[in-house]
């Protein structure tokens, strides 16, 4: 049976994931960041909603005059274990220069919560179950149940039919789906035909100092138009724990968008790409994200857990068009990528994920808005930072692409090789060491491409090759290796 509707589980799910994943060794070296000077204050730089066009491939505009990169990059090298082929695109924004800005993580206010809600859920109230109305049949009405018993028949017959005893997959007491159907029909007396429903107040707290996370925690249903989207606002930004978003889901599609869609499920989508991406601009400019543009597009697929499979099989329930959006400062795009930069190199250190905001939409419409850690930018010089010509970060590449990986992977005998396609230079939140309470925008190179590890024991290679996979990023200011999960 699907688990669809426990949409907050997936959400502290991807959080505590994060955190797991970045607990894990990082690919960084050793050279140290030089941040660049913070001086006088001045207003902030966000420009109005735009698409990536304002960027081009290296070849005019004074950025691209100081750097003065290539066309494309073109390179082949590497060593025993790594090895590199780079045809790449070099993409160069359009602008006069980078300049210093100051960056603090905030929490949600209720005029975020007011400006999302109105354009996507046009302002509809808030509920939830009532479950004191409800509290006999566990909150299920009399329909959802019967739907989960047959279900467990179903599965319960498959299981007898091929020989074998009808025990519920990860029940450890023998639990069986006679038991389990028996549960759900003693629930199915007292249940509703109708689900009973109540009011809550979409009201956005924020207590530094909360004992409970609940206090700082919005969540509910709104029904819009006969659709139901389940809203969840966590606002638990802490000392040790930096880590809140805003999502708003459509239930019919489910919550669990997540990176890559077949050629098949793209084929089945049935999405116009140009449709969604302008309805996506209009979204976003109409709930007041001015300063943020476009800076990365991709299909997603949406999935659910089959709790009858004993091997914990995922449906693809929905594909997706998703674009993520950025910071635009003084027309320069936070570049974005998939690392969320949630990774932790020790005990004491604290996560501060990058700002990120993601619409997603299906041939139905909207199905997804996520909104992660928003920032306070402050800039703190009009004076124009000096840019490494392109050549020294060639170089750097050229060098650091092979030991950082050849670090990374030394106590393995897989081999690695990149084939990086496309060079970008933007900007880049970047912190020091242990100050998970203000960074720095800093302009980087980042090398995007395919990743392939080929194991000795293993048939088929393992790929990574997502459009938006950085596998190097280099600080254009001083040429220093920057560690995207670590943010520094």
């Known amino acids: 049976m699907r688990r669809k509707n426990l949409l907050l589980l997936f959400a502290l799910a991807s959080a505590l994931s994060l955190l797991a994943t970045g607990c894990q060794n990082s690919a960084q070296t050793e050279e140290e960041i030089v941040l660049p000077k913070q001086e006088e204050e001045t207003g902030d730089g966000g420009e109005a909603l735009q698409t990536e066009g304002e960027e081009q491939a290296a070849g005019g505009g004074a950025i691209a005059d100081q ?59 808030l509920w939830e179950r009532d479950m004191e109305a409800m509290g006999a049949s566990n909150g299920w009405t009399a329909g959802e149940i019967e739907e989960r018993i047959e279900l467990y028949r179903k599965k319960k ?211 997804s808005f996520n909104w992660r850690n928003p920032y306070e930018v402050e800039k703190t010089s009009e004076e124009y930072v000096f840019l490494l010509p392109f050549s020294e970060i060639q170089n750097v590449f050229q060098e650091m692409i092979v030991k950082k990986y050849e670090d990374f992977f030394a106590e393995s005998d897989v081999k690695v090789e990149f084939e990086i396609d496309e060079v970008r230079l933007g900007y880049m939140r970047v912190r020091e060491k242990g100050n998970s309470e203000e960074a720095q925008m800093v302009p980087v190179w980042d090398f995007f491409g395919k990743q392939t590890l080929r194991y000795p024991d293993m048939g088929e290679p393992y790929i990574s090759d997502g459009h938006y996979e950085s596998w190097l990023t280099v600080n254009a200011l001083d040429g220093t290796i920057i560690d995207r999960g670590l943010g520094y």
């Open 67 to 125: 750097v003065q990169a290539p066309e494309r990059f073109n390179w082949e090298g590497g060593s025993e274990q790594v090895s590199v082929k780079a045809d790449a695109l070099v993409v160069v924004p359009e602008g006069e220069g980078f300049q210093s800005y100051k960056v603090t993580g905030r929490v949600f206010n209720q005029e975020d919560y007011d400006r999302v809600s109105q354009v996507l859920l046009q302002g509809e109230a």
């Open 157 to 367: 017959a498959e299981l007898e039919a091929a020989g074998k005893k009808p025990l519920v997959p990860g029940y450890e007491k023998g639990e069986t789906y006679d038991d389990l159907i028996a549960e759900w029909e003693a629930f199915k007396e007292n249940a509703p035909e109708e689900v009973t429903v109540r009011e809550i107040p979409a009201e956005v707290t924020y207590i530094g100092d909360a004992q409970d996370r609940a206090e700082n925690y919005l969540t509910g249903w709104v029904t819009v138009d006969g659709e139901n989207y389940f809203v969840s606002l966590d606002n638990n930004f802490r000392d040790d724990w930096k880590y809140i978003f805003f999502s708003v889901y459509n239930d019919e599609e489910n919550s669990n968008f997540s990176f890559g869609a077949s050629e098949a499920d793209i084929q089945s989508a049935g999405i116009s790409v140009e449709e969604a991406r302008q309805k996506a601009m209009e979204d976003a400019a109409a709930m007041g994200f001015t300063d943020m543009a476009i800076d990365g597009e991709e299909y997603l697929t949406s999935f659910s857990f089959d709790e009858t499979s004993d091997s914990g099989e995922t449906v693809v329930d929905a594909v997706g068009y998703g674009f993520h959006f950025t910071r635009m400062l003084d027309g320069i795009p936070v570049t974005y990528t998939h690392e969320a930069g949630g990774t932790l190199e020790g005990k004491d250190d604290v996560p501060w994920v990058y700002e990120d905001l993601s619409l997603v939409y299906t041939k139905n419409g909207f199905a």
